[in-house]
């Protein structure tokens, strides 16, 4: 069955980056784009940006604009978002999520979370 | 930035009960609306996509409705495994943007 598998929890100093993975299986990896979506302790969900698998566009929230990168490794079915100069507003569990592509553009498949923890 | 509204924020209900929930987004989205299940430490789930189609394995005691500015979840009688916190997100725009959530506690 299709799912996405994240990498595990990770630590960080505030100024440092982070870069956390999502790794595809059960399906056709480059019939969906990815998206990523983080969510602050006791908080909603915020939405981070999308990246195509056909073709690597991006498309990032205006927030994170100069700060995230999202890359896809289509061999290894993996989607790998990196968040630069880290602070500690940044503390959160991060999910990928696979988007339908029927055009509801609806997030179907969930990753398990990682939980990135910024602290001095 | 297109902002979602939900309402109420929380609500304490029974198993049984009726539950709705309302979801106003700050401009016309046509049916460009999802809505997700999320329990504590876990993933969202998604439970309905395009305003009002079930998706497969999910109860049919939850149902969708709406269009344009307006919509709404409802669970029709609440079962235990039901209290959780709901968001909705709109697909209609970039950013994609949700709602703050719905909490459904037990009364």
């Known amino acids: 069955q299709a799912q996405l598998v994240q990498s595990g929890p990770e630590v960080k100093k505030p100024g440092a980056s982070v870069k956390v993975s999502c790794k595809a299986s059960g399906y056709t990896f480059s019939h969906y784009g990815i998206t990523w979506v983080r969510q602050a302790p006791g908080q909603g969900l915020e939405w981070m940006g999308w990246?195509?698998?056909?073709?690597?566009?991006?498309h990032y929230a205006q927030k994170f604009q100069g700060r995230v990168t999202m890359t896809t490794d289509t061999p290894t079915s993996t989607v790998y978002v990196e968040l630069r100069s880290l602070t500690s507003d940044d503390t959160a569990v991060y999910y990928c999520a696979r988007v339908v592509a029927a055009g509801t553009d609806a997030f179907d498949i969930w990753g398990q979370g990682t939980v990135v923890t910024v602290s001095s | 930035d297109i902002q979602m509204t939900q309402s109420p924020s929380s609500l304490s209900a029974s198993v049984g009960d009726r539950v709705t929930i309302t979801c106003r987004p700050s401009q016309s989205i046509s049916r460009y609306l999802n809505w997700y299940q999320q329990k504590p430490g876990k993933a969202p789930k998604l439970l309905i996509s395009?305003?009002?189609s079930l998706q497969s394995g999910v109860p049919s005691r939850f149902s969708g409705s709406g269009s344009g500015t307006e919509f709404t979840l409802t669970i029709s009688s609440l079962h235990p495994e039901d209290f959780a916190t709901y968001y909705c997100q709109q697909s209609y725009g970039m950013p994609r943007t949700f709602g703050q959530g719905t909490k459904v506690e037990i009364k």
């Open positions: 990246i195509s698998t056909y073709n690597g566009n991006t």
């Open positions: 395009a305003a009002s």
